[in-house]
């Protein structure tokens, strides 16, 4: 298959071996395995033997980088500590979850922003028990937060109801005439 005088490379020049499209040949013909050596045999599908290995195990580690043994984390820094398996602040007890406050202005407030605050505090005290310190003091934070903001918009809410009623009251007073006995 010939493209013409088309010069070395560019645009629409044919590539070594052949045209395109073409695979390079094989040993048995297209999507055919090559024979795998040691003992395994040739079918399809088959793993060839690694150094032993098998499925599910990790490299061994170095020294260095975050190649420790099973159930290592990586180092981080900063805050309470961040990783798992850091040692607590000193006190050793958990941020405050401000569950109660979550609660009441989620039944009292606003609906959504109770919510998020719900789950931020339900938060804390999981990741403090997984050893995530600095997760647990930015969960806690941000429930104090949410459930702040639950509480202005409920205020804001409330007072709008008071004023909707309190004008609705004054204009069917003012419309109702009044008995002149």
């Not at 099973?70 to 990783?83: F, I, T």
């Not at 919510?115 to 339900?122: E, G, P």
Request: hydrophobic share 30%; with cysteine; glycine share 26%.
């Amino acid at each position: 298959m010939s493209y013409g005088n088309q010069g070395d490379g560019g645009y629409g020049s044919q590539p070594p071996g052949g045209g395109y499209g073409q695979q390079p040949p094989s040993s048995g013909g297209y999507g055919q395995q090559p024979p795998s050596g040691g003992g395994y045999g040739g079918g399809y599908g088959q793993q060839p033997p690694s150094g032993g290995g098998g499925y599910g195990q990790q490299p061994p580690s170095g020294g260095g980088g975050y190649g420790g043994g099973y159930g290592q984390q990586p180092p981080s820094g900063g805050g309470y500590g961040g990783g798992y398996g850091q040692q607590p602040p000193a006190g050793g007890n958990p941020p405050d979850n401000h569950l109660v406050a979550a609660i009441l202005t989620l039944v009292f407030c606003c609906l959504p922003l109770g919510i998020v605050s719900l789950v931020k505090s339900l938060q804390v005290n999981s990741k403090w028990q997984v050893g995530d310190y600095q997760g647990a003091a930015l969960a806690s934070e941000e429930a104090k937060t949410w459930w702040k903001r639950s509480l202005i918009a409920g205020i804001i809410w409330w007072v709008l109801v008071i004023l909707f009623y309190v004008v609705v009251f004054v204009l069917l007073a003012a419309s109702v005439p009044s008995s002149g006995y």
